[in-house]
């Protein structure tokens, strides 16, 4: 009876010894967390060195740093493999498992060189033009730069997402969203020659901050949400832009907001009015043209634009571009007209038609160059937070087109 009493609690024991094996290799439990222990799931990555294997309580909180690999872009770290729960400090010295998010390098060039065009009669197509890109310039929301930028306190927020663009004599200014919740959009300044970061303005939160366009004295600012436009002092911005130590200063309410006839998509400032534009998708664009008196904003002229459009401005010859784009894997579109005459009488039929890769947003002309901005590297379009897909061209850095070789090569 011994002998077969032994051979049962032997079975026994292999048997939940395999069960053991079994949970381990499906849970992942092989590895048994103390307190004050982190381990980090590199998923082909190389750590920092700074970033510690265990943590007391007289070491707390400790910034996460940046892990490297080839051909990547770091995406964070998680608490969870499905990448759901974010983490930026250890605070507590309870065992942890780190996950590190990968993303693809994007290649601005290759994109659009790589880019299905579409190619119809009469289109230009951008890969082959003369173009570059302000590879210096990071915009709000870059997937290379957002989480440093927030760990720097450049912005409210880690998912920004750029939408206006101007140029003063001074700056290069880029306005953006936040994808979260309650959380503030910003008014980023890069200086005009070096195109280095200089500082952020908090703009309202919840609010989908349009374009943004320079009249000499004052910023305006679309808010589609509100159907308003936004008059900021540039006397004001740069007084805080020479004095100001902050990377951010919230600036919301401090200036008037104008109503408008039509939603605010795109903004431009000509021949002393105000040129408002309305997105629409499927059926024709609005622009309307307001004076501004020091007081109110005046309805004056209106007509009609393409669907679309997202960008507006004017360069020194008086042709009018336009940037047109929805979606995030459909071609964007730069119309150009002879001058604002031809637009109003017939925006079916630009001058010249650029097809580009997707997400063009606000546009601006200077020196014979058209700047592009372009959305399709913010959180949303790149890694499909919003559960509608991925941007498969996605540009992360500002486009320089040159008019020559539209109207020349």
Known sequence: ?????????????????????????????????????????????????????????????????????????????????????????????????????????????????????????????????????????????????????????????????????????????????????DKLGALTLYDRTSHTYIMSFGMEADSHLGGIAYDGKALWICHSNSKEVERISYAFIKKLAGVSRQNFIDITSCFERYPVDNTPSAIACMDGQIYVATHHVYTPGILCAYTYDGKSLTADKKCLLPPKVQGICRDETGRIFLSLSYGRNQSSYLNIYSDVDHLQKNFWTPSARVEMPPGSEAIAVENGLCYVLFETASYKYFEGSDGKGTCKYPLDKILLLSEESIFYD
């Open 1 to 181: 009876m011994k002998v077969k009493e032994t051979c049962i609690i032997a079975c026994f024991v292999i048997a939940l010894l395999g069960m053991r094996q079994t949970l381990e290799a499906k849970w992942g439990l092989e590895d048994v967390i103390e307190k004050g222990q982190i381990l980090y799931e590199l998923g082909g990555g190389s750590n920092s060195i700074l970033n510690p294997e265990s943590v007391t309580e007289d070491e707390l909180p400790i910034l996460l740093k940046n892990p490297k690999r080839e051909g990547y872009l770091f995406g964070g770290w998680y608490l969870d493999e499905n990448w759901e729960e974010r983490i930026y400090r250890i605070e507590d010295t309870g065992g942890k498992r780190l996950y590190a998010k990968w993303n693809l390098c994007i290649e601005p060039n290759r994109n659009v060189q790589e880019y299905p065009y579409k190619a119809k009669d009469g289109d230009l197509l951008l890969k082959d033009l003369t173009y570059s890109f302000l590879y210096e310039l990071e915009t709000p929301g870059n997937p290379g730069t957002r989480i440093q930028d927030l760990l720097q306190q450049k912005y409210a927020s880690e998912y920004q997402c750029p939408q206006g663009l101007c140029i003063t004599p001074d700056y290069i200014i880029v306005s953006s969203y936040a994808l979260e919740e």
